[in-house]
Nanobody, 126 residues
Framework: QVQLVESGGGLVQAGGSLRLSCAAS????????VGWFRQAPEKEREFVAAISWSGGSTNYFDSVKGRFTISRDNAKNTVFLQMNSLKPEDTAVYYC???????????????????WGQGTQVTVSS
């Protein structure tokens, strides 16, 4: 069973950058599509970005396009979310999620994901 652990969150000023990491245990992580989601207080968890298990396909929520970049290093069992030009509205707990797929595809729907990390807090001050 794959387990996910996020790290890299913190407090940053608007316009700053953070890089989140999602480290996975298990030898078959390379066969998992991975997504990042976020949840702000009193709001539903929303999709942020996703990447196929090959890394060849990605998808982003419109509000983060051009600012966030998702990538993965399967040799290190890690997926990254580089976040630049951060805005106060990006403040949330960020979660990574994974689901095994038979073919390399992007999964952008929350309900498709079977595995979730515990989350890491990102706070952007104005």
């Amino acid at each position: 069973q794959v387990q996910l652990v996020e790290s890299g969150g913190g407090l940053v000023q608007a316009g700053g950058s953070l890089r989140l990491s999602c480290a996975a245990s298990g030898r078959t992580f390379s066969m998992y599509a991975v997504g990042w989601f976020r949840q702000a207080p009193e709001k539903e968890r929303e999709f942020v970005a996703a990447i196929s298990w090959s890394g060849g396909s990605t998808n982003y929520f419109d509000s983060v396009k051009g600012r966030f970049t998702i990538s993965r290093d399967n040799a290190k069992n890690t997926v990254f979310l580089q976040m630049n030009s951060l805005k106060p509205e990006d403040t949330a707990v960020y979660y990574c999620a994974a689901v095994r797929t038979l073919a390399p595809r992007v999964v952008s729907t929350r309900n498709e994901y079977a595995l979730w990390g515990q989350g890491t807090q990102v706070t952007v001050s104005s």
